[in-house]
Nanobody, 115 residues
Framework: QVQFVESGGGLVQPGGSLRLSCEVS????????MGWYRQAPGKQRELVAG???????NYADSVKGRFTISRDNAKNTVPLQMTSLKSEDTAVYYC?????????WGQGTQVTVSS
């Protein structure tokens, strides 16, 4: 099994920046494509950014140009740098494999963008 532990969320003003981190347990982290997902109240969980094992990235149109996903295979971490944050970015953010392992969702980390 694997475990995903998210951290770094908080309250930030519109236009501000925030860095999230995902720590992944297990010995085969380097073979997984990874992703950051988010879920706002009343909405479905959506993929916002993904990164393959060799570093290729993809982003949802809503965050393209503002968010940057990366990975450190030596440390088993997947940071998400978020800039120019908007109120619509408010959600609980989760990391997982991409495509996700549905039985292994973590607690997520709350991001609230408000003035």
């Amino acid at each position: 099994q694997v475990q995903f532990v998210e951290s770094g969320g908080g309250l930030v003003q519109p236009g501000g920046s925030l860095r999230l981190s995902c720590e992944v347990s297990g010995s085969i982290f380097s073979v997984y494509s990874m992703g950051w997902y988010r879920q706002a109240p009343g909405k479905q969980r959506e993929l916002v950014a993904g990164i393959t094992s060799d570093g290729n990235t993809n982003y949802a149109d809503s965050v393209k140009g503002r968010f940057t996903i990366s990975r450190d295979n030596a440390k088993n971490t997947v940071p998400l740098q978020m800039t120019s944050l908007k109120s619509e970015d408010t959600a609980v953010y989760y990391c997982n494999a991409e495509p996700p392992l549905y039985n292994y969702w973590g607690q997520g980390t709350q991001v609230t963008v408000s003035s």
